[in-house]
């Protein structure tokens, strides 16, 4: 079992960053491939980015690309989303998930455990 705890969201207007955190409890959190995704209003949840067990890996999603960077360290059983460039459009409830796959993975049915989420608005 993992419990993830989601910090960091909040109000920023356009153009502004946050660091979103995940701390992680329970099993060894380095074993998890960890990613970060998120749900705007009305929408479906979608991935964002993704980071392998050793952090030898990211993926993130064209749509943040070049303003987004998940890293993780695991002597703090932590990951992180740095948000930069923010825009309106990424409002939304962000959540970090973990998978014990050895690949990253984009689809939510991979992810074996979830955070509670943390908002981020953007305004313009």
């Known amino acids: 079992q993992v419990q993830l705890v989601e910090s960091g969201g909040g109000l920023v207007q356009a153009g502004g960053s946050l660091k979103l955190s995940c701390a992680a409890s329970?099993?060894?959190?380095?074993?998890?491939?960890l990613g970060w995704f998120r749900q705007a209003a009305g929408r479906e949840r979608e991935f964002v980015a993704a980071?392998?067990?050793?952090?030898?890996?990211?993926y993130n999603v064209d749509s943040v690309k070049g303003r987004f960077t998940v890293s993780r360290d695991n002597a703090k059983n932590t990951v992180y989303l740095q948000l930069n460039s923010l825009k309106p459009e990424d409002t939304a409830v962000y959540y970090c998930?973990?998978?014990?796959?050895?690949?990253?993975?984009?689809?939510?049915?991979?992810?074996?455990?979830w955070g509670q989420g943390t908002q981020v608005t953007v305004s313009s």
């Open positions: 980071i392998s067990w050793n952090g030898g890996s990211t």
């Open positions: 329970g099993r060894t959190f380095s074993a998890y491939t």
């Open positions: 998930a973990a998978d014990l796959g050895l690949t990253i993975a984009t689809q939510e049915i991979r992810y074996d455990y």
